[in-house]
């Protein structure tokens, strides 16, 4: 099982970023894929996820924000985040699973 996350950076308060989450190694159309990001000093929490027919769940802290999709085509799952606000800077992971973690990707958000 292989998890590549990409498309963080920078960003200004209010402005937008999206995420992607590239996986291999299993039957990715079958499998929910969930969204997690971990702040410095801080656990790392669930931001929202997508089962594997299209249900979509977010924490209340992005709801509203940040949208979650997939393509089985391309077994990607991404993360639209608009109205970032700076208590979103954290480094953002998907997982399958759980056990299975990709590197993570930063998400700084600041004026």
């Known amino acids: 099982v292989q998890l590549v996350e990409s498309g963080g950076g920078s960003a200004q308060p209010g402005g937008s970023l999206r995420l992607s989450c590239t996986a291999s190694?299993?039957?990715?159309?079958?499998?929910?894929v969930t969204w997690f990001r971990q702040a410095p000093g801080k656990e790392r929490t669930l931001v929202a996820k997508?089962?594997?027919?299209?249900?979509?769940f977010y924490a209340d802290s992005v709801k509203g924000r940040f949208t979650i999709s997939r393509d089985n085509g391309k077994n990607t799952v991404y993360l639209q985040m608009n109205g970032l606000k700076p208590e979103d800077t954290a480094v953002y992971y998907c997982?399958?699973?759980?056990?299975?973690w990709g590197q993570g990707t930063q998400v700084t958000v600041s004026s």
């Open positions: 190694g299993f039957t990715f159309s079958s499998y929910s």
């Open positions: 997982t399958p699973n759980g056990v299975n």
């Open positions: 997508i089962f594997s027919g299209g249900r979509t």
